[in-house]
């Protein structure tokens, strides 16, 4: 089992670019979950999907940021128009469902994005 | 919503002895509670999961204990090594579709 794999592990770009991060679940996990990691506010959820339908996006800033899962082995994170404060750690986790529910968290190693 | 409080931010101990690290909520449904383990460029990896009919667990050195009164959840680490020196956080739920709650996180240094 390879885990959570995030794709790529760094990224850097410039101001105004756009940023598309990727992560692959463990197979047969059906919930991904999409946390944002900085040394100031540390863990901040950012959205959930669950058999690929997205369940809570409360942690998703309205502009320029978006996520999908198209199909139950990857989900993709796209943030447009980057900006130097969304520099930070994005964590890709997968949960198993049981009665529909998930259950503990599995981390993948996370993208490192910069923005200059 | 659930509030997670984590303590202390940082925690130094000298290799051998114990690291305890405590973490407080609010929701009193919450029944599900994690510890987790952050090595530099690294994710979170799993330590120990607790469900809320169990008081004490212990794993491989490690200890947790949850009081469901007082809503506080802790992490002993017995004999700590070097090894041990990373970020923890403890994570809570409620489980069925409700979300995970982190704390800040602790920062532990073993000293050899």
């Known amino acids: 089992n390879a885990g959570v794999i995030q794709t790529p592990r760094h990224k850097v770009t410039g101001k105004g670019q756009e940023a598309t991060l990727w992560c692959e679940p463990i197979?047969?996990?059906?919930?991904v979950f999409w946390y944002r990691q900085t040394i100031v506010q540390g863990l901040e959820f950012l959205t959930y999907?669950?058999?690929?339908?997205?369940?809570?996006d409360s942690g998703m800033p309205k502009e320029r940021f978006s996520a999908q899962m198209p199909n139950q082995s990857h989900s993709t994170l796209k943030i447009q128009s980057t900006q130097p404060q969304d520099s930070a750690v994005y964590l890709c986790a997968s949960s198993l469902c049981w009665g529909g529910a998930p259950e503990t968290l599995y981390f993948g190693s996370g993208t490192r994005l910069t923005v200059l | 919503g659930e509030q997670v409080e984590q303590r202390p931010p940082h925690l130094s101990v000298p290799e051998g002895d114990s690291a305890v690290i405590i973490c407080t909520y609010t929701d009193s449904a919450t029944a599900y509670f994690y510890w987790y383990k952050q090595e530099p460029g690294a994710g979170l990896q799993l330590l120990m999961s607790v469900f809320s009919n169990v008081d004490r667990k212990e794993e491989q050195g490690l200890t947790v204990l949850l009081n469901k009164k007082d809503k506080q959840l802790s992490l002993n680490l017995t004999a700590a090594h070097p090894g041990d020196s990373a970020v923890y956080f403890c994570a809570v739920s409620a489980g069925g579709y409700q979300n995970f709650y982190f704390g800040k996180g602790t920062s532990l240094t073993v000293i050899p």
């Open positions: 999907f669950r058999n690929q339908a997205p369940i809570d």
């Open positions: 197979s047969g996990h059906s919930a």
